[in-house]
């Protein structure tokens, strides 16, 4: 058992005694610590005594109260205040808040230095420290036993919150997306929480950030995980909070395992957009595509390719973090101005990619594709379905489900489309170096502005005027009837989609 408050003072040798929270006297003194930070809160925890020379204690009534509340609510057993030192008085207001919190303000004499009492909390604690060590060595025997294994039972944090005894999550901190499995997911509340303790703080975390969730005190240690991760720690029981230091080597150890994650999702990324870019341009044969599919858990049909638009807030790191944290299988590659994915056909849901936490989310799904032959095709109707969810205002647009009448169902149609309304255009530039197809986008896209139109493309507006009346004889079509503003328009859309743009 630690030392306690009572049998601290106790001892001749230190010469301390109570000020304020006699109450308190059964605490447990794990450790004692100086510390003039004024916030020792966020490094300092359960069971420590924090030793101060009183450059951080507050003068006033106020300021003592609040001091003493946040020390008594990270759990520290106490605090000593040196004598003739650097300390205001105690005020009466903030010793009658000490006695309500059952929290120890102790003062020790002058002549007694603070390494005096450190030493004798250590030396009346080298038992407890014993059975830390040993809890620390099974922290990093846990470690050994899931490397032998492989990772492949995702059960890390669970075996270390258990020796912890805590429930534990690695998060980013700029999305709240896990960033390590886990049985249960993290819960919306626990997000919002530390995303406010976090937007609250200027610099960098402390050691320990501590949040509350309606009555539950929540623990989050920083990560050096590209220093965008945190371990969130909730306690398995409000009464017997986690050892501190013990919580810093299951930090160590997430982290490790964050940076490992990190570096073969690297490497699978790169593969894998490699993968995927050949499969979409035909490029690849498609025995050995099979072969490598099967090597990354993708070798079951049928596959959906998903679509996500540049305007869309989330990397393709973010994205396979996500994927990852869920155990999806998938391919994630930067094509044109947004991310392309190739997933399991049974795990493809709106759900997965979180559509319904951003409604800044424009994506399209394709339909199933049952042949590798086919994964062009179906990149070109995912990308469609974006177009369609982004003209829409919709988060997600799923291909022949939901996708517009005027969408082609098949690449053919599209070509067809394309040749129908476009071909002669598409010819004469051709044959005569000319931009009218470009031109046209310009002008439809600057809502018929021959100003506008002419600033854009870099030519007066009269040259403007002059290509699209070339545009209308090739076409046979006219610029000034909304219907066959339509098919233009829907025709350049297409072409567009076509050539992957």
């Known amino acids: 058992m630690s030392i306690t408050i009572k049998e601290l003072?106790?001892?001749p040798s230190l010469r301390t005694r109570f000020l304020a929270g006699h109450s308190g006297e059964d605490r447990a003194v794990q450790w004692a610590h100086t510390c003039e930070l004024p916030d020792p809160w966020n490094w300092l925890g359960t069971g420590d005594l924090l030793l101060c020379d009183g450059y951080s204690f507050p003068a006033d009534a106020e300021g003592q109260v609040g001091f003493l509340e946040h020390l008594a609510q990270a759990a520290?057993?106490?605090i000593a205040l040196a004598e003739g030192m650097h300390a205001p008085a105690l005020t009466p207001?903030?010793?009658?808040?000490?006695?309500?919190?059952?929290?120890?303000?102790?003062?020790?004499?002058?002549?007694?230095?603070?390494?005096?009492v450190a030493r004798m909390v250590a030396d009346s604690n080298s038992q407890e420290a014993s059975a830390r060590l040993t809890r620390i060595i099974r922290l990093y025997d846990v470690l050994r036993r899931a490397h032998q294994a492989n990772f492949r039972d995702n059960a890390l944090l669970e075996q270390l919150g258990n020796e912890a005894g805590a429930r534990l999550y690695a998060v980013d901190i700029r999305t709240g997306e896990p960033l390590l499995p886990t049985r249960a997911p993290f819960?919306?509340?626990?997000?919002?929480?530390?995303?406010?303790?976090?937007?609250?703080?200027?610099?960098p975390l402390p050691t320990f950030l501590r949040?509350?969730?309606?009555?539950?005190?929540?623990?989050?240690?920083?990560?050096?995980?590209?220093?965008?991760?945190?371990?969130?720690?909730?306690p398995l029981s409000p009464r017997a909070a986690p050892d501190l230091m013990v919580l810093q080597h299951v930090a160590t150890i997430a982290d490790l395992e964050v940076e490992r994650r990190a570096a073969g999702a690297l490497r699978r990324r790169e593969s894998g957009a490699r993968l995927l870019g050949q499969l979409v341009d035909g490029a690849i044969d498609l025995e050995a595509?099979?072969?490598?599919?099967?090597?990354?858990?993708?070798?079951?049909?049928?596959?959906r390719l998903a679509c996500m638009g540049g305007d869309t807030p989330i990397t393709a790191e973010e994205l396979q973090a996500r994927l990852g944290a869920e155990n999806v299988p998938h391919l994630v590659a930067q094509r044109h101005d947004g991310l392309l994915i190739l997933l399991p056909d049974a795990q493809t849901t709106e759900e997965l990619f979180g559509f319904g936490r951003d409604p800044r989310v424009r994506a399209g799904i394709s339909p199933p594709v049952h042949s590798l032959k086919a994964v062009g095709d179906a990149a070109r109707q995912a990308r469609w379905a974006m177009e369609a969810a982004r003209s829409e205002g919709r988060c997600v647009v799923v291909y022949g489900d939901q996708s517009p009448?005027?969408?082609?169902?098949?690449?053919?149609?599209?070509?067809?489309?394309?040749?129908?309304?476009?071909?002669?255009?598409?010819a004469y530039d051709a044959d005569n170096d000319s931009q009218l197809v470009h031109s046209l986008e310009v002008f439809l896209d600057s809502n018929r502005s021959w100003k506008e139109g002419g600033d854009r493309l870099g030519i007066h507006r009269q040259t403007l005027v002059y290509r699209m009346h070339r545009v209308e004889?090739?076409?046979?079509r006219k610029l000034n009837r909304l219907q066959d503003q339509t098919e233009l328009y829907l025709a350049l859309q297409t072409l567009r989609m076509l050539n992957g743009g």
């Open 211 to 234: 949040m509350s969730v309606a009555d539950e005190s929540l623990l989050a240690l920083p990560l050096e995980a590209g220093r965008r991760a945190v371990l969130v720690v909730q």
């Open 187 to 203: 819960p919306a509340s626990f997000r919002q929480a530390l995303f406010e303790a976090v937007e609250a703080r200027s610099g």
């Open 9 to 11: 003072v106790a001892l």
């Open 473 to 476: 004889e090739l076409t046979g």
């Open 76 to 78: 520290l057993s106490g």
């Open 289 to 303: 595509a099979e072969t490598r599919l099967s090597a990354m858990s993708l070798g079951g049909r049928p596959w």
């Open 405 to 426: 009448a005027f969408l082609p169902r098949t690449v053919a149609e599209g070509e067809a489309v394309v040749a129908r309304v476009l071909g002669p255009v598409i």
């Open 93 to 116: 207001t903030a010793a009658t808040a000490a006695d309500a919190l059952a929290f120890p303000v102790l003062e020790t004499a002058y002549a007694v230095p603070f390494v005096t």
